[in-house]
């Protein structure tokens, strides 16, 4: 199993632009999730998934929207880039009931200019 | 809401000494987790300890949790150059999700 996968790994955007973060899932696992992580802090959630064609939003979901049409996908978009939107962004995914170990991608580094 | 927070924010030791880490929490939980960050990387998950556990062992991973504390310790033995890492501790939420503090970095000198 590939396990949980991002792309792309690096990417510089200007102010303005709109991009998708993609994340894959081999594992069939229902509920996804976005965070993402400033320097020196830990994660907070940015949109969350309990299945295909269900999301919600968490704790920072300003300037960006998430779908899921496939249990395996869960990509974040951009709608307009923001300096502030400048981090490292991870996709997790994990099984119900919900309360178990979630497993995280490599991350996502991006830079808004 | 509910987050863990971690003590200390950063710690250095040598090699071969053991490391503790803490968290504190606020509200009741079903169980917490701690999550192991190599620079640059995504996280791992570590151990889970469920609430009516004390005490649980991986490796050399000793994890304890009091609930009347609310806290939970991480003991990392005879430390390793390659333990060096930020360590999380995460409470699951519901649908999968999980608020994480804002982690202790550990730097393990060889």
């Known amino acids: 199993n590939a396990g949980v996968t991002q792309t792309p790994k690096f990417q510089v955007l200007k102010t303005g632009q709109s991009m998708t973060l993609q994340c894959a899932q081999d594992m069939n696992h229902e509920y996804m999730s976005w965070y993402r992580q400033d320097p020196g802090m830990g994660l907070r959630l940015i949109h969350y998934?309990?299945?295909?064609?269900?999301?919600d939003q968490g704790e920072v979901p300003n300037g960006y929207n998430v779908s899921r049409s496939t249990t395996e996908d869960f990509p974040l978009r951009l709608l307009s880039a923001a300096p502030s939107q400048t981090s490292v962004y991870f996709c997790?995914?994990?099984?119900?009931?919900?309360?178990?170990?979630?497993?995280f991608g490599p991350g996502t580094r991006l830079t808004v200019l | 809401s509910q987050q863990g927070e971690e003590d200390p924010q950063a710690l250095s030791i040598q090699e071969g000494e053991n490391a503790t880490m803490n968290c504190s929490y606020k509200?009741?939980?079903?169980?917490l987790q701690w999550y192991r960050q190599n620079s640059g990387r995504g996280l791992v998950h570590l151990i889970l300890?469920?609430?009516?556990?004390r005490e649980k062992h991986s490796g050399r991973l000793r994890v304890t949790l009091d609930t009347s504390k609310k806290s939970s310790s991480l003991l990392i033995t005879a430390s390793r150059a390659a333990d060096t890492a930020s360590y999380f501790c995460?409470?699951?939420?519901?649908?999968?999700?999980?608020?994480f503090g804002d982690g202790t970095t550990l730097t393990v000198k060889p």
């Open positions: 509200t009741s939980i079903n169980n």
């Open positions: 300890i469920r609430s009516n556990e």
């Open positions: 998934s309990v299945g295909a064609g269900i999301t």
């Open positions: 997790a995914s994990s099984y119900p009931p919900g309360l178990n170990e979630q497993f």
């Open positions: 995460a409470l699951p939420l519901y649908a999968g999700k999980s608020t």
